[in-house]
């Protein structure tokens, strides 16, 4: 699908020349180019009106919320037609992990998250796994920060038809492995339930109820229905389920991942004892034997990010996912307030491993935490195409 702009103004004043001078600079294979204007000239509208021209999936990035969720509102009465998408950190309070040597203080982790944002977070992967090209996702700096893989992510993707041979419990089964959680009695986001024949999906990622209905071992309907009042809003002939969470990995690659971390831990108690410091070498083995049972019995753990390494499969030192690695290799990147976000992301890294480099040192994570990351500046700059 194009995208289709719709508005009742047209471009004036020097609009339709920059609209025209963008445009061809994209066709042309400009890397990087600069849109000029003061606050109220319409670079929004214009920006919008290069979009509809060049048709490419779009990443617009903000410095902040606010900005962004202004953008997104504008952009979405825009391209009312297409997949207009918000991604934004969900945290509405956030205290980061922390130790503070001088004060011999440990922080814990605190945090809120808010389950709109997140919802409208896992939207935006959704449409983006969908392999749409009329995407647009309006975020903030959160874009950079480490998520589940492509890979791990379109691999979750539960496809039925109807008239499908399925197994109820094999289907229910491939939910539990998407991450959503069986509740028969309170159908929140992300929960399923299952009466007789009819398996109601709350899907993490939409307002709606997905409702599928077996006759015998056949899927007899997929339809939509109204979260409130259940009428049927749509009805399907295939349908794709996407994962209730962005960070999605294999029983393999758990055992793996358990086998890996337990293997640094070796590691890093034997380094503490070589250096004749007993207590941080206590303290580490305690803190993460305690999270792989964790892992082991309820398949996550308190602070399980710092973890992420060995989930994803990576190496030492090897940069994360994030949002960046599902665009396509063509897509087009709008830096807004490029003064301001630019900066912002060049420093996201560096306050990141400052704080780390005391959790590891003394001992309350392993050295993999520095790996759970936001995007270095040049490895940013590799996953941008054309930007404005």
């Known amino acids: 699908m194009e995208f289709k702009l719709t508005s009742k103004y047209k471009p004036t004043g020097d609009q339709p020349d920059a609209i025209k001078e963008l445009t061809d600079g994209i066709r042309r294979g400009d890397k990087s180019q600069v849109l000029l204007g003061v606050t109220g000239s319409g670079k929004t509208f214009t920006v919008a009106n290069v979009i509809a021209n060049v048709n490419k999936p779009t990443l617009i990035l903000s410095h902040n919320k606010t900005l962004a969720a202004q953008l ?48 409208l977070r896992l939207s935006a992967v959704s449409a983006l796994l969908s392999g749409r090209k009329d995407v647009i996702v309006v975020s903030s700096v ?16 539960i496809k039925i038809h109807k008239g499908q041979k399925l197994d109820r419990n094999v289907f229910l089964r491939q939910l539990v492995d998407a991450l959503y959680v069986r509740n028969d009695i309170d159908l929140q986001r992300g929960n399923f339930r299952v009466k007789g024949e009819t398996v109601d999906i709350a899907m993490a990622y939409s307002d709606n109820i997905l409702r599928v209905t077996w006759w015998d071992d056949e899927i007899d309907s997929i339809e939509e229905v109204d979260s409130v009042a259940f009428h049927r809003l749509a009805s399907f002939d295939e349908y794709e389920i996407y994962p209730a969470n962005l960070f999605v990995t294999s029983k393999e690659q758990t055992e793996i991942a358990i086998r890996e971390i337990q293997d640094d831990l070796v590691k890093q108690v034997d380094y503490f004892k ?114 404005i």
Do not use: W
């Open 72 to 119: 997104y509102e504008e952009m979405k009465g825009f391209f009312p037609d297409n997949a207009v998408e918000y991604y934004v950190s969900y945290y509405d309070y956030y205290q980061p992990e922390a130790y503070l040597p001088s004060t011999d203080t440990y922080i814990e982790k605190d945090l809120a998250i808010n389950d709109e944002i997140d919802k």
């Open 142 to 157: 959160s874009c950079i920060y480490g998520m589940g893989g492509p890979v791990a992510m379109q691999s979750s993707i």
């Open 274 to 387: 070589e250096i004749g410091d007993n207590i941080k070498a206590q303290r580490i083995k305690e803190r993460v034997e305690y999270d792989i049972e964790m892992i082991k019995e309820l398949g996550h753990c308190s602070g399980i990010e710092n973890y992420s390494r060995y989930f994803d499969g990576r190496k030492a030192g090897e940069r994360p996912y994030c949002l960046l690695d599902f665009f396509p290799k063509d897509y087009l990147m709008v830096i807004d307030e490029s003064h301001v976000s630019v900066p912002q992301i060049s420093a996201m890294y560096g306050g990141d491993r400052a704080r780390k480099k005391n959790l590891v040192e003394y001992g309350f994570r392993l050295p993999a935490a520095f790996d759970n990351r936001p995007l270095k500046f040049e490895e940013f700059e590799q996953k941008t195409g054309q930007t």
